[in-house]
Each structure stands twice: as structure tokens, then as C-alpha cells.
């Protein structure tokens, strides 16, 4: 596949090693939860590993006073970027929660969405709203290149374009659809091209630069502010793992498309940047790796000793006001507890 080429915009020193910090912590992060999905803490785990750059790129650039990121079921960088309390966040992958044990409202990180294309029709009603509060608020909203060929996502990027809703399509273009390749699933060369037909502009960048991203996603949230309507963000990159841990690629990639890939992995990528520009020493690195693996280490003992809840949640925040069905049935689970 035709990959864009990098940003050749050299980032401000200090959001260079901050963005390879959030990118390195990510990566450990995202280590040790395949390993609690291996110990069967986690019944579950969706790896982010390869698309860092991508995640960290664009959330780096949302403001956190205004905005609001709506996210799939695969964006744990994101979230470590925005300051989500991650082991609230990592509670949704051990399903104590749905959605998660962080306050969406503080971290303007909303719940997780595990509909493919869910989130999307969400963040484009929240940016019109914020446009009629005359906020200046974007929406962000993430979604997989197999998410762009769902009716939810067209309806939305159509409704967005019509009423220039102040919303950044994010699509993480990972070339597979689970087991189906971009070309038998995206038509029309790429998911940027289909922006124009939606009248908005469409911007396809290297997902495995997050100079790139940045870059991208600054200027459409500027140009969102400014009245300017919706932009499509295609990031080009790469899934490195399966796409959860019951999935198995070897049964449709072939390992030289993953070799190559793996060569343009974001984060030696962004090491050499830095070294090259002076903005970071082997002292920087060597802290940097430290406090990453300390704050995944955290992480994980944090979730894997968090308690299980109450089953009386079971029948909470189901209806605004509980039905006589509910009551019965949480009259009759009480009863069986007691027994």
C-alpha cells in the first residue's frame, strides 16, 4: 500500500520527548495487558502495538478544556495521553465496568465503544451541541478503517458536513478489517478520498509519524474553530499484533507484509528524530524506559487487585427510574443471596 510520506515539521523539543514518553509508556502498557489477558485476568485484550504514533500524534493536540475524544475499544494511548486514570480505564478490559471506572466528564475521554463505527454518530450530536453552547468545543472521534465502510460512519460524516458540525474524523487506516484487506473492503483509493464527497477536506498522513499527526489534527481542530466544519484524517499505519488475543494473522497476513511494517515501527522512528535534532540524550532514554515500565507495572497490579463489584450493580443506572420488573427481580436476587 502507498504510505504517505513523514512530516518534515520539526516539533518543539519538549512535545517531542513528551510524545515518545506517552508513546513508550503505551507500548509497555499495552505489554503488560496482553500478558494479564494470558493469565486470564482479562478475558480479553485488543493490542495497540504499532499504531502509538497515531493515537498519542492526535491526542496531544486536542484541548482538554474543550474538547471531548470519543474513542473505540482500542484506544489506550489516547486515553494515557488525555491523563485518563488508566487503571480505571483498563477496568473495562477485566469487564468490571462497562465503559470503564474513570469520570468521562474530567478526563473528556468518553466510555469505551466496542460498536464498530459507534462512537462516531455520538461525537458528531456532542459538536453540535457544543456549537450551539458557543463553546468553541471539537469533537474527536476515532474509528478503524472497517468502521469507514459502516452506514453509521456515512450517515455521520454526511450529517457533519451538512451542518459543519466542529468534529476530527479520526480513521487509523491498520490495513485490515480483522481478517479483510483494505482493498476488498475500501473503494476509491483510500478513506481520505471519500471526505470530498461529504464536503469536508480529506487529509491522508503517515499514522507512524506523530510529527505527522500532530500537525494534521491541529489544523482541523483549528479549522473546526474557526467555523470551518468536519475534517477526515487518514492515518496510515500498521496492527503488529492480532487484532484481539483470540485472533490468529497468520491465517491472512503474510509475515513479509509484517516485516515490513515492523520496520517502520513509530517508536525507533521517533527515537532517531530526536536524537538527530539534539532534543533528547541517551540519558533521556534511559529514563524514559524506567518510568514507562514503572507506570505499566503500576497499572497492571492495579487492576489486577481491584475488587469485583457489587451484584447489585446489575440493576443500577438500567432505567432513570426502576420499573416494577427490576424491583422484582432485584427482590429476588437479594433473596438468593441471603440464603
Known amino acids: 500500500m502507498d504510505v504517505p510520506t513523514g512530516s518534515t515539521t520539526d516539533l ?42 497515531a493515537q498519542v500524534g492526535s491526542a496531544a493536540a486536542v484541548d482538554r478544556d474543550r474538547d471531548f475524544v470519543f474513542p473505540t475499544y482500542r484506544e489506550m494511548a489516547v486515553a494515557l495521553t488525555l491523563g485518563v486514570d488508566m487503571v480505571g ?15 468521562p466528564m474530567a478526563s473528556r475521554f468518553a466510555p469505551i465503544n466496542a460498536v464498530v463505527g459507534g462512537p ?11 456549537r450551539l453552547r458557543g463553546t468553541g468545543g471539537c469533537a474527536v472521534s476515532y474509528f478503524g478503517d472497517g468502521a469507514s465502510s459502516e452506514g453509521d ?7 457533519a458536513g451538512v451542518f459543519a458540525a466542529p468534529v476530527v474524523f479520526v480513521c487509523q487506516n491498520n490495513q485490515w478489517a480483522l481478517s479483510v484487506p483494505n482493498e476488498r473492503q475500501v473503494a476509491g483509493g483510500s478513506v481520505a478520498a471519500r471526505a470530498q464527497g461529504y464536503g469536508m477536506p480529506g487529509v491522508r498522513v503517515d499514522g507512524n509519524d506523530p510529527a505527522a499527526v500532530y500537525t494534521a489534527t491541529r489544523a482541523a481542530l483549528d479549522h473546526a474553530r474557526a467555523g470551518g466544519g468536519p475534517t477526515l484524517i487518514e492515518a496510515v499505519t500498521y496492527r503488529l499484533e492480532p487484532h484481539s488475543t483470540s485472533d490468529d494473522p497468520s491465517r491472512y497476513r503474510d509475515a513479509a507484509e509484517e516485516r515490513a511494517w515492523r520496520e517502520r515501527d513509530p517508536l525507533p522512528r521517533l527515537r532517531a528524530r530526536l536524537e538527530a535534532a539534539g532534543h533528547a540524550d541517551a540519558a533521556f532514554f534511559e529514563q524514559a524506559e524506567a518510568d514507562a515500565r514503572a507506570t505499566a507495572e ?5 487492576v489486577a ?19 416494577r420488573e427490576l424491583a422484582r427481580q432485584r427482590r429476588a436476587w437479594q433473596e438468593e443471596v441471603e440464603l
Open 12 to 53: 518543539p523539543a519538549d512535545l517531542g520527548r513528551r510524545l515518545y514518553r506517552d508513546m513508550l509508556t503505551a507500548r509497555r502498557l499495552d505489554g503488560e495487558a496482553i500478558a494479564l489477558q494470558r493469565q486470564g485476568v482479562f478475558p480479553a485484550y485488543v493490542s495497540l502495538r504499532g499504531q502509538e504514533a
Open 89 to 103: 480505564y483498563m477496568a473495562s478490559h477485566r469487564a468490571l465496568w462497562h465503559g470503564g471506572l474513570y469520570d
Open 305 to 323: 487487585a481491584a475488587p469485583e463489584p457489587g451484584g447489585a450493580d446489575l440493576f443500577t443506572h438500567v432505567y432513570r427510574e426502576p420499573t
Open 153 to 159: 460512519v456515512h450517515e455521520s460524516l454526511n450529517f
Open 120 to 130: 462516531v454518530p455520538h461525537a458528531v450530536g456532542w459538536a453540535l451541541g457544543e
Open 298 to 302: 503500576r497499572v497492571r497490579d492495579g
